[in-house]
């Protein structure tokens, strides 16, 4: 999955929830929350534009996509190249 511009995140809920789906860096810091908020049961999409939280294009590296719903957590790793 490298990517150099942007990526998109797809995921699937069993159960509608609130999530939260944020991108830290491969130190653990956070970059940026790309959604928190309720979604309904089934397939989901998110975009990363490779920008941090305060719009400022990310450095290329390892970063780490996580999404949190009540039942569960799961996290992948994403590639930035330059």
Do not use: C, K, M
């Not at 999955?1 to 069993?14: M, Y």
């Not at 789906?21 to 309720?38: C, E, K, Y």
């Not at 397939?43 to 390892?62: F, K, N």
């Amino acid at each position: 999955n490298p990517f150099r511009a942007g990526t998109r995140l797809r995921f699937t809920l069993d159960e509608p929830g609130r999530i939260n789906v944020q991108v830290s860096d491969a130190a653990g810091r956070l970059v940026r929350t790309l959604f928190a908020g309720d979604r309904p049961a089934g397939g989901g999409e998110l975009h990363w534009d490779g920008q941090d939280a305060r719009g400022v294009r990310t450095a290329p590296g390892i970063y780490f996509v996580r999404l949190v719903t009540p039942r569960a957590e799961e996290a992948v790793r994403i590639v930035r190249v330059p």
